[in-house]
């Protein structure tokens, strides 16, 4: 079945300390990836995507993920966290060219940065 | 830039009741998606419509039924409403015609069941 998998339920961090959230996604053809956020009580906001091309990808606010396709990993980083990133991240995917592009999210990670 | 933008979004409802939520698509977008969000729960898909057709079906329940209407929006229609209804409902569109399934997300209509 497609899935994805999120490694971690909630992380805390303190500013200024490095975030990496880890992502696998279940599929065996070419898939289409994304990363959301959802502020509290937000909708969820576009942080990148990756369609094709460089597997590294940058997106807003100093995030970046990496696709390794031998792996089905698309982990999110940030270099340096800020309170403000206080949120939720939904890792998802969609199948590029098969269905008809409906994603497939994530548990989630909620993120909490302690000022 | 103009958004997905989603109506009502707060929905009180009793067991039992209907309910209709409406999602306006961002303006020549061609599809549009449903999503359920449960309290603490990833968003699952539930339906979605392409040029006013349906398109893909998700876990939506039998007593759930969408459109998408001429001038591109879309509404669904939820019926004999359970407490487990309650959910944050987003919809989301897309310009699928140009092979992009980047869906951009409307605020979401919070409905609470009781």
């Known amino acids: 079945a497609q899935s994805v998998s999120q490694h971690n339920h909630h992380v805390i961090l303190s500013e200024a300390a490095s975030l990496e959230l880890g992502c696998n996604y279940s599929y065996g053809g070419t898939v289409n990836l994304f990363w959301y956020v959802q502020y509290p009580g937000q909708h969820l906001q576009l942080l990148l995507k990756y369609f094709s091309g460089d597997p590294l990808v940058k997106g807003i606010k100093g995030f970046e993920a990496e696709f390794i396709k031998s792996k089905f990993s698309f982990n999110l980083r940030k270099p340096s966290v800020q309170w403000s990133d206080t949120a939720e991240y939904f890792c998802?995917?969609?199948?590029?060219?098969?269905?008809?592009?409906?994603?497939?999210f994530g548990k989630g990670t909620k993120l909490s940065v302690k000022p | 830039a103009a958004g997905v933008i989603q109506s009502p979004r707060h929905l009180i409802k009793e067991k039992r009741e209907t309910a209709t939520l409406k999602c306006y698509p961002i303006p020549r977008h061609d599809t549009v998606y449903w999503y359920q969000q449960g309290p603490g729960q990833d968003p699952q898909f539930l339906i979605s419509f392409y040029e006013k057709m349906q398109s893909d079906k998700g876990s939506i329940p039998d007593r759930f039924s969408a459109q998408q209407f001429s001038d591109y929006h879309s509404e669904l229609n939820m019926s004999s409403l359970e407490l487990g209804d309650s959910a944050l409902y987003f919809c989301a569109s897309s310009l699928r015609r140009t092979g992009s399934d980047e869906q951009f997300f409307g605020p979401g209509t919070r409905l609470t069941v009781l």
């Open positions: 998802a995917f969609s199948n590029y060219g098969g269905s008809q592009g409906n994603l497939i």
